[in-house]
């Protein structure tokens, strides 16, 4: 699980993410089990190429089997650079066909295994749970974010996969002025709507509710906590940060698993200046359990 975090601005583009991955260990031999652990050193947000304009963080799954997403990215790079796209729709365009090809070609029997239990009339109580488990396990996204040149005016999509697509996704693009989340954002959720949003979904679903959804939205709607339009781009920065930190803490001290924490990156791309880091771990984080760069 991951928090990431977009802020687009009329002075660029903000993108943060927390450093936590989860990966499931096989216990020894074929009957052993295994267990979730949680590495704190991942790195979520990468630039598009050298000295380049653009940028992605990513959410949910965490690689392409023995493909990274590290090394995925640094071809997409190569593929830009030797065929530049005219703008950044077409940037989100090309790497949600790129990233569905590599995507299906990783995961094929396990995508059309959702698809066949969807197709189903009915299903046991165990496929049931085999869905709900794939569908969690096979789903994620990215947000690309920056400009091409000639044009600097900053721009940012958001590009969402899970394995009952038939298909790539047309990526959605983000307004100005506006935060977006995603991964685990129920704790800014909370926070910004002052209660959880599946809190509000169960309440109009009870049967101790017998108003309309609406109803419900309009009697949360007084306890928002409302954002200024456009922050200037430090206190997006600040915004994004305080995001992913916060998340981050809440999980740590909460009942659940620690599926989002470590070192908080965020990075930023303003309409005078390329891909820059805000912070950003060191290669040798893990070993110095923290070191973060300040540039």
């Known amino acids: ?37 949680h590495y704190n050193f991942a790195q979520k947000i990468f630039q598009i190429g050298e000295s ?13 089997g023995e493909t990274s997403y590290r090394t995925l990215i640094a071809q997409f790079a190569d593929d830009l650079s030797g065929h530049p796209a005219s703008a950044l729709s077409e940037v989100a365009d090309r790497w949600s066909t790129l990233y569905w090809g590599a995507y299906t070609s990783q995961y094929g029997p396990a995508i059309q295994r959702v698809q066949d239990l969807h197709g189903q009339a009915t299903r046991t109580p165990e496929e049931d749970v085999e869905l709900i488990l794939l569908q969690q396990n096979l789903s994620g996204g990215f947000c690309i974010g920056g400009y091409c040149l000639p044009s600097r005016r900053p721009e940012a999509y958001e590009i969402v996969f899970e394995p009952s697509q038939s298909g790539p996704q047309p990526p959605q693009s983000l307004r100005i002025g506006n935060a977006k989340f995603w991964g685990c954002p129920n704790i800014m959720n909370r926070l910004l709507f002052g209660v959880d949003l599946g809190l509000l979904f169960d309440i109009s679903k009870s049967p101790h509710w017998t108003g309309s959804p609406t109803d419900l939205l309009n009697l949360a709607a007084p306890y928002r906590l409302a954002q200024p339009f456009d922050l200037p781009i430090r206190e997006a920065i600040d915004w994004v940060h305080t995001s992913i930190y916060t998340t981050s803490q809440a999980m740590k001290f909460s009942h659940l698993a620690p599926v989002c924490g470590g070192p908080v990156e965020v990075a930023v791309i303003t309409t005078d200046r390329p891909f820059r880091w805000v912070r950003h771990k060191k290669l040798d984080a893990g070993i110095a359990h923290g070191g973060l760069t300040h540039v």
Do not use: K
């Open 1 to 37: 699980m991951t928090i990431a975090a977009c802020y687009l601005s009329s002075e660029g583009v903000v993108l943060g993410a927390d450093s936590t991955s989860t990966m499931f260990v096989q216990g020894p031999g074929p009957n052993a089990g295994g267990n979730d652990h």
């Open 52 to 64: 380049s304009t653009l940028a992605m963080t990513m959410w949910g799954l965490g690689s392409l």
